[in-house]
């Protein structure tokens, strides 16, 4: 007759094996890895420099490169993405969290990838406890960008730019004396002055502006700066703030 199992039997070969070594075995079996189930927002470290988090039930790995690592803190595991590169994973449960990789640079969550930003604004990057924001409100032409609807300042004031295929674009030159600036969110684009065929929004059709040479009072027609008027007589086109029109040049 075979031997029945009894309650508490170990196979043989772990019988063998002091008792420390089968509870560290044991131990091991249940430690949770990529790809176990979990709960969303759980976390754990699995190392020094790498963490796990819940994506859609189940347990990916992300890096943890910044200085901070991955380490137990106050409200649990705690991952420091500040160094984390382009490219990077991320779960897709995270979107959006960030941090500053420095004063200039934000690193945050974008659909599953970590996604380096530059932040050209005058506030630059700014930690909030654990997210960070990152003032975008400037860029230069050529500068990537991730979300369709950002715009921002040209760096240097001179232009109005937009996301178009993956960077940051020319839109609409900002001639006037103040230029492209941001008030809080709002970017304003002083278009007081213009040259002849530049770009102007839809919202101007039918306003005026002077010409950048000042002989002429332009106009925004079907999505271009037209002649309107021209200044003769000696005059010059003077934009005093909403105010457009030809003035002698003692008058101004």
């Known amino acids: 007759m075979r031997p029945q199992r009894l309650p508490g039997y170990l196979p043989r070969a772990l019988a063998r094996?002091?008792?420390?070594?089968?509870?560290?075995?044991?131990?091991?079996?249940c430690k949770p890895g990529a790809g176990s189930s979990c709960?969303?927002?759980?976390?754990?470290?699995?190392?020094?420099?790498?963490?796990?988090?819940?994506?859609?039930?189940r347990l990916v790995e992300m890096p943890c490169k910044g200085k901070g690592g991955c380490a137990l803190g106050p409200k649990g595991p705690d991952c420091d993405l500040s160094g984390n590169a382009d490219g990077d994973p991320c779960s897709t449960d995270d979107e959006g969290i960030a941090a500053c990789a420095d004063d200039k640079t934000l690193v945050a969550c974008r659909s599953g990838k970590?996604?380096?930003?530059?932040?050209?604004?005058?506030?630059?990057?700014?930690?909030?406890?654990?997210?960070a924001v990152c003032d975008a409100t400037r860029a230069d032409v050529g500068d990537a960008c991730k979300d369709p609807s950002h715009k921002a300042c040209a760096a240097d004031g001179s232009a109005f730019l937009a996301c178009s295929e993956g960077k940051l674009a020319r839109v609409f030159d900002c001639r006037g004396k103040n230029g492209c600036k941001a008030t809080g969110s709002k970017l304003d684009c002083d278009m007081t002055?213009?040259?002849?065929?530049?770009?102007?929004?839809?919202?101007?059709?039918?306003?005026?502006?002077?010409?950048?040479?000042?002989a002429h009072i332009l106009e925004c027609q079907r999505g271009v700066f037209a002649i309107e008027t021209p200044c003769t007589?000696?005059?010059?086109c003077s934009a005093d703030g909403a105010a457009i029109r030809c003035d002698q040049p003692s008058a101004r």
């Not at 094996?17 to 079996?29: E, N, Q, S, Y």
């Not at 709960?39 to 039930?57: E, I, N, S, T």
């Not at 002055?193 to 000042?214: F, L, Y």
């Open 17 to 29: 094996l002091p008792v420390i070594a089968v509870v560290g075995l044991l131990v091991a079996a």
């Open 39 to 57: 709960d969303r927002g759980d976390g754990r470290c699995l190392d020094a420099q790498r963490m796990l988090k819940c994506q859609g039930g």
């Open 114 to 131: 970590f996604v380096r930003a530059a932040c050209k604004g005058p506030d630059g990057c700014v930690q909030q406890g654990a997210n």
């Open 193 to 214: 002055v213009a040259r002849i065929d530049d770009p102007c929004p839809k919202e101007m059709e039918g306003r005026p502006a002077c010409s950048d040479d000042g």
């Open 233 to 236: 007589g000696g005059k010059r």
